[in-house]
């Protein structure tokens, strides 16, 4: 990797979002964090001001974007406070990318909030973006700036290589859109596919019509990019589990485990849920393990910095 053979410097800040997740990364890069002053008036206004000079430097931004909405808020006015401080570029480092399932106009009067928040990135005068496991990649297609899409794969698949026998593993799609994610992570494990056929009768509800593939008697590995009230993850392990599926896994990217989601894993026939720190793990749970990416997006931030490839970082 060569040396930026820029003069100017680098300095990375974090939002409220996800405070352990900045610490690590920053850790892992090499750098302290920068000194912010983020605070809410009594009427929950948001204030933020940087407590040091960043006139010309290349500032990176970590925030997270899960709800509530504050957390969008806060990022805008994060890089619209860079930006009229003179920063040189701003990135945004957004380990999470909210309302990314609103890609689409798929019924007549619906916002498509993806698109919205791009826009208001961009309006707020980012430079680049930074993110990992779009529950849609396409959305890299809303901004006009240049997005760096990392994946958790990295990550995942070195857990499972070193902690279980993939001889007798089949990975999972939980639905269609999941195929091609859970292909590459079969071929890089040497495990067999298997899909299931879902249907989702209504928001935050699925119901599993059939499974396309050979399970009986194999260890399950379900991939999906994030977990959210855990329906679609709990009824597919179900499923597997009665089509005589054996030790049940998944890895889900992002742990929004809201609502019945803990009560879903726990009663579910999942014996082991693997998530990152992309969003904070809203309570502990036995079945669930927390894996960092902490270090995979500080590569990324140096190489970004270093005008490197980041794509090699999947190479």
């Known amino acids: 990797m060569r040396t930026s053979n820029k003069d100017i410097p680098i300095t990375l800040f974090a939002g409220r979002s996800n405070p352990a997740l900045a610490r690590h990364i920053a850790l892992s890069y090499g750098n302290g964090l ?49 930006k009229r401080a003179s920063a ?22 619906v916002s498509m909030g993806a698109k919205l928040m791009a ?6 005068g980012i430079d680049r973006v930074l993110t990992m496991d779009l529950h849609a990649p396409q959305i890299q297609g809303f901004f006009d700036v240049p997005v760096d899409h990392l994946y958790a794969s990295a990550v995942f698949i070195d857990y499972f290589k070193n902690r279980i026998d993939t001889d007798n593993l089949v990975v999972v799609a939980p639905d269609v859109g999941s ?18 056929d879902k249907r989702r009768p ?28 855990a329906g679609t993850l709990t009824n597919a392990a179900n499923a597997l589990r009665d089509e005589g599926g054996q030790d049940i896994m998944a890895a889900c990217t992002h742990p929004l485990l809201s609502g019945p989601a803990y009560e879903r894993v ?12 992309t969003v904070p793990l809203p309570r502990p749970s036995d079945k669930i393990e927390v894996v960092s990416v902490a270090e995979i997006f500080a590569d990324a931030i140096r190489r970004i910095y270093t005008d490197n490839s980041v794509s090699t970082l999947f190479a």
């Open 179 to 196: 195929l091609k994610v859970a292909r590459a992570y079969a071929k890089r494990l040497g495990a067999e596919l298997a899909v299931i």
């Open 34 to 82: 920068g000194q912010l002053s983020i605070k809410n008036f009594s009427d929950g206004e948001i204030y933020v001001r940087y407590e040091e000079s960043i006139r010309g430097s290349d500032v990176f931004i970590i925030q997270s974007t899960h709800p509530g909405g504050d957390n969008w808020m806060e990022l805008l006015m994060l890089i619209d406070a860079a």
């Open 119 to 124: 826009n208001m990135l961009t309006t707020a």
């Open 202 to 229: 209504a928001q935050n509800e699925a119901e599993v019509v059939n499974i396309i593939g050979d399970v009986s008697g194999k260890n399950v590995l379900i991939i999906d990019d994030m977990v959210d009230t």
């Open 266 to 277: 726990e009663a579910s026939a999942i014996n082991h849920l693997v998530v990152t720190d």
């Open 88 to 109: 040189a570029r701003v990135t945004a480092v957004i380990p999470y990318f909210g309302y990314a399932r609103q890609d689409r106009k798929d019924q007549p009067r």
